[in-house]
């Protein structure tokens, strides 16, 4: 079952929070931060758009077991964007660690833009 609710990704326990990052690891202000506010890491090099980073979260993060970094959009020197190759890609390493690991709730922002800045959403497990 999949369930939208408008908020943080770090508002609710789960087995796994997704991270969105650029392909060269930046993140929106309002993630840093938060990520800043828990001790986790900020700093995650993730060379190829459409994949994703699992880590192990420190014992002291009691919302996530697991934390996931994507590259959900891409950087350029003329915008940014998100294709549905990259998500589609993202979605189904998600969903591949997930069974692997036999977690069930996935905290996962809405990923990604569109070059005319329109939000994408995929479903995840």
């Known amino acids: 079952m999949y369930q939208l609710k408008k908020g943080s990704i770090f508002d609710q326990k789960c087995d796994l929070v997704i991270i969105p990052c650029n392909d060269y690891g930046g993140m929106s202000s309002m993630i840093k931060n938060d990520l800043v506010a828990y001790g986790l890491p900020t700093s995650i090099k993730i060379a190829t758009p459409g994949q994703v980073a699992f880590e192990i979260c420190p014992k002291h993060f009691t919302i996530s077991s ?7 959009v891409k950087l350029s020197l003329m915008h940014s964007s998100s294709s549905n190759e990259i998500l589609h890609n993202i979605c189904s390493q998600i969903i591949a660690y997930c069974k692997d690991n036999a977690l069930r709730f996935v905290n996962i922002p809405l990923l990604g833009r569109s070059r005319r800045g329109q939000i994408i959403l995929s479903g995840i497990l």
């Open 66 to 72: 697991v934390i996931g970094y994507s590259a959900s």
